[in-house]
């Protein structure tokens, strides 16, 4: 069981930069994927970024150029830079880890408020 706490969220006007930081209990060298999503009040989840373990990446269209997420093995800490925030950004993000181990494991942590006020 892997356990995972967001931290870096709040408030910050438009414009302006957060980075979102995620925190394993374990070593995340043996994750095969970790990312970050969203969810907006009265909107589905949506997938944010990913980083595989190899180090390749994908970001959702509405972030691209703007957001980089980045792993840091030594310290089993997946980070999300987040820059020229926008209100549309306004959202609960969560940390995913996803493992392929003794089946398919998928772990969410509790999620971290992200507010952008224009």
């Known amino acids: 069981q892997v356990q995972l706490v967001e931290s870096g969220g709040g408030l910050v006007q438009a414009g302006g930069s957060l980075r979102l930081s995620c925190a394993a209990s374990?070593?995340?060298?043996?994750?095969?994927?970790m990312g970050w999503y969203r969810q907006a009040p009265g909107k589905q989840r949506e997938q944010v970024a990913v980083?595989?373990?190899?180090?390749?990446?994908k970001y959702g269209d509405s972030v691209k150029g703007r957001f980089t997420i980045s792993r840091d093995n030594a310290k089993n800490t997946v980070y999300l830079q987040m820059n020229s925030l926008k209100p549309e950004d306004t959202a609960v993000y969560y940390c995913n880890a996803f493992q392929i181990r003794s089946g398919i494991n998928d772990y969410w942590g509790q999620g971290t408020q992200v507010t952008v006020s224009s």
């Open positions: 980083i595989a373990s190899g180090g390749s990446t």
């Open positions: 374990e070593s995340i060298s043996s994750i095969n994927v």
